[in-house]
């Protein structure tokens, strides 16, 4: 029976009773309409059922492990940087691109996929996205070249841009209104949990002496897995067949945010003053800002600036970018501090960052009751209040504080990300009109996976701006060469001899403090936007039920 749909077809012409039985089950491996025309023309059946019956829980649970295969990948790398500078010689700047290659074209392909998934169909997208990402996170895991593994990650990047607003956009499309916010929120404590899992997991299989690339390999066996979910689970729902694909608009995000980021990294070499820091810089704002102004004429724009005129959504879609942004640069720096100024293994790593896994696993179900009671807008003010206190108390930690510290002070931050995560993506989805949901969806995704990429760059490249600077004073009277090299390398620096290691362990706690309180301002200034601009409608930040859309019955419910 699995021979061939010509056979399929020939039996269930045979067959009539089997034949919805039989349709069903081979549809579940040969998404999309175009197998259902084809067995419509063989003359099979007359009564075809298009899909099978949706089970909304095995849905759900495809599309959060779908998407939490994709958070993981930008994470599960952080505890293995050390690993890459032993065996293939990246410095800070490499290590950065490793980190934001995927990141970059995530973002910078995030619109396009969205606007794909509405025009050939959702799951046909799920298909070839988590097919494709399974496949280059393997290769990836086996590279032995910089480069290529920065070019694999940005191959990574295209295939989750694939994902992560299409799960979202399924879900906005196949759940009822009154059970769509648990849904969504679902979605984004599996999506938070993810984030934080990934030193944990890739700090389990570095300390068991595997080489860096098996944390990649666990990704290509998760999303294996994610593949067949999505195959087997999520049902064919349907895009609406109008608009065009436009790749200008990815040419546009993809090389604004790259120059955005490539001259903020090159402040590790030339500094904010660089002609080679402040251009591209420049450079990228104005591509993004004739990007934004183009689409705004455009009849079908992809980037739908009209969805900023409701303030709750601005409020959101800022409050999830400012947070992304601290997070990924926090995980950031706290993975040198922890490997490499306190010595620690990748396992023990990965056991204290615990606590972010902790914090989002509670703050996850605990952000639904608080913003039953005091509306999505507050949670949210409450969260980026939580994340500046533990930012700022990150200024304590220093090279004999108690891990107890750092603990709690992960719990805090994480806590706080979560009362931020879900209120958030639920305001800003209630937003989203039915038959826009993926391009609507990977608006808000391409913003946050642009925090994400600032927030390693920015915070990463102010560490080492100021490492590099204190350390240079630190050192006065050493020779110009043994400078340089503790300079570019705080492994190295911590190896050079007690002078040297003491001036670079002096010289990196005051960097990572002020980075820490740099963070602490970004969510401090989101706070006080958060809390002091109103939205249109309490009742929109409340119960987030059938209220929270026009249309109370998603746009599949009637197929």
Known sequence: MRASLSDLCDITAACPSYKNRVIVHWTRFFPGPAWFAYAKKRGAAMTITRTAAIRPGRALFALTLAVSVVLLGSTILNVALPALHATMGAGATAQQ?????????????LLVAGNAGDRFGLKRLLFWGTAAFAVTTAICGSLDSVTWVIVLRALMGVAAAAIMPTSLAVILRIFPAENRARAIAVWAAASGLSISLGPLLGGALLSAGLWWGSVLELVAVLGLLA????????????????????MLPVAGSLSGISLLVYGVVHVNEGGWGSTGTWLPVLAGLLI?????????????????????????FTVAVAALTLSSFVMFGYMYVVTFYLQVERGYSPLRTGLLLIPLSGGLALGA???RLVTRRIGARATMTVGLGL?????????GLG????????????????????????????????????????AGSALLNTLRQLGSALGVAVLGSTLWSHYASMLSRGLGGVPAHVRVTAASSLTSALAAGPTVAHAADKSFLGAMHEVSLIAAGVTAAAFAATALIRGESRRRGRAMTSDDRPDSEPAYASR
């Open 97 to 109: 691109w490793i980190l934001n290659g995927y990141t970059l074209t995530f973002a910078g392909f």
């Open 399 to 438: 090279s004999h504080t108690p891990a107890s510290w750092f603990m709690l002070d992960a719990f805090v931050l994480s806590g706080g990300f979560a009362l931020v995560l879900s209120p958030g993506i639920t305001l800003a989805s209630s937003s989203v009109p039915a038959d826009r949901a993926g």
């Open 227 to 246: 593949f067949l979910s999505v195959v087997a689970w999520v049902p064919d729902v349907p895009g609406s067949g109008t608009g065009e694909l436009r």
């Open 387 to 395: 994340i500046t206190v533990a930012l700022a108390g990150a200024v």
């Open 288 to 312: 993004l800002s004739g990007l934004v102004l183009t689409e705004i004429r455009h009849r079908e724009p992809l980037i739908d600036v009209a969805l900023f005129r409701h303030r709750s």
């Open 365 to 367: 179900p605990l952000s």
